[in-house]
């Protein structure tokens, strides 16, 4: 999992457009939030790790929604 | 019984691994879009799944349904909220004007396209 992070923080590193590292930050953070869970389970405090899991992905949903409006109106550079 | 949460977070696996694969070969932003989208969503939604499974293994009580309940909350709110963001994020491309990949590098309809839509 901490493989595939990498390689697709290649893609929103160096993506041509400002859109694939909109993707690539998305996509780094959907596995972070995969690998948040499974530290909950690892260190056996799940019924906290799961709120902050929760909390999370509501935040990465929302800032996804927010910057792709933004570079709508202001258009790709 | 944890094969099976144990398989159902391999699967979720391979899709998040097919998805890093679509998102590092395919030619232009759509196409890439197109495979990660997909494999995001789905990879994510099965690992979840796996895990909550896996959560109740230890026992029925009543913590463990509520942590699992959690557990398949996200899943449902992520499998619902990433095609809505992947679709904001298309949309937002388009207007932008990002020129979808062809073969020989001419567009298929009229580019720019008309600015007649409503936003």
């Given at each position: 999992m ?7 923080l290649?893609?929103?590193v ?5 859109f ?8 780094v953070?959907s596995?972070?939030?995969v ?16 709120d ?17 409006k933004y570079f709508q109106t202001?258009?790709?550079? | ?7 159902i977070?391999?699967v979720g ?15 232009d ?43 398949m ?10 095609p ?9 491309a388009?207007?932008a004007g ?7 590098g001419?567009?298929?309809i ?6 007649g839509?409503?936003?």
């Amino acid at each position: 999992m901490g493989i595939l992070i990498l390689l697709s923080l290649y893609r929103g590193v160096f993506g041509p457009t400002v859109f694939d590292r909109i993707m690539g930050v998305g996509f780094v953070g959907s596995k972070t939030l995969v690998i948040l869970v499974l530290m909950g389970f690892i260190y056996e405090r799940i019924d906290m790790f799961v709120d902050i899991a929760l909390a999370y992905s509501i935040l990465l949903f929302a800032s996804t929604l927010v910057v792709a409006k933004y570079f709508q109106t202001r258009g790709a550079t | 019984m944890s094969f099976v949460a144990i398989f159902i977070m391999l699967v979720g696996t391979f899709f998040f691994a097919t998805g890093v694969v679509g998102l590092l070969r395919f030619p232009d932003f759509y196409a890439r879009m197109h495979a990660t989208g997909k494999g995001d969503t789905l990879g994510a939604v099965l690992v979840l799944t796996g895990l909550a499974v896996y959560n109740l293994l230890g026992g029925f009580s009543s913590g463990n349904i509520l942590v699992s309940l959690k557990l398949m909350f996200i899943a449902v709110f992520w499998f619902v909220a990433t095609p809505t963001a992947i679709h904001a994020l298309l949309r937002a491309a388009f207007d932008a004007g990002i020129m979808p990949w062809t073969k020989d590098g001419k567009p298929v309809i009229e580019w720019p396209p008309r600015k007649g839509r409503t936003k």
